[in-house]
């Protein structure tokens, strides 16, 4: 099975941008299709973006389309996430997921496997 570790997290002025990766070990990551999510306190996890197994199709949730990319770089086996013009709102945990399925899915039981997850702290 495959081994999700995320890191880049940390406290961020608004507007300002980071880049979260997510590194597997274990097993490729072009077994699986990858997705990040996020959690705020007293919120349900929600989903953020989405990648394919091979990189060729992505999806992101409505809030944060035009502020994040998510990428694949095979070279480390890891899926990134860039989120620019941070927003307090964007304020939570972020895990990165791994689904059997390979497409970008956004269906948060679709994924196995989970990382323990990176904080992202966004002042105003």
């Known amino acids: 099975q495959v081994q999700l570790v995320e890191s880049g997290g940390g406290l961020v002025q608004a507007g300002g941008s980071l880049r979260l990766s997510c590194v597997a070990s274990?097993?490729?990551?072009?077994?699986?299709?990858v997705g990040w999510f996020r959690q705020a306190p007293g919120k349900e996890r929600e989903f953020v973006a989405a990648?394919?197994?091979?990189?060729?199709?992505?999806n992101y949730a409505d809030s944060v389309k035009g502020r994040i990319t998510i990428s694949k770089d095979n070279a480390k086996n890891a899926v990134d996430l860039r989120i620019n013009n941070l927003k307090p709102e964007d304020t939570g945990v972020y895990y990165c997921?791994?689904?059997?399925?390979?497409?970008?899915?956004?269906?948060?039981?679709?994924?196995?496997?989970w990382g323990q997850g990176t904080q992202v702290t966004v002042s105003s």
């Open positions: 990648i394919s197994w091979g990189g060729g199709s992505t």
């Open positions: 274990g097993r490729t990551l072009n077994n699986y299709g």
């Open positions: 997921a791994a689904s059997y399925l390979r497409r970008a899915t956004m269906t948060t039981e679709q994924y196995a496997y």
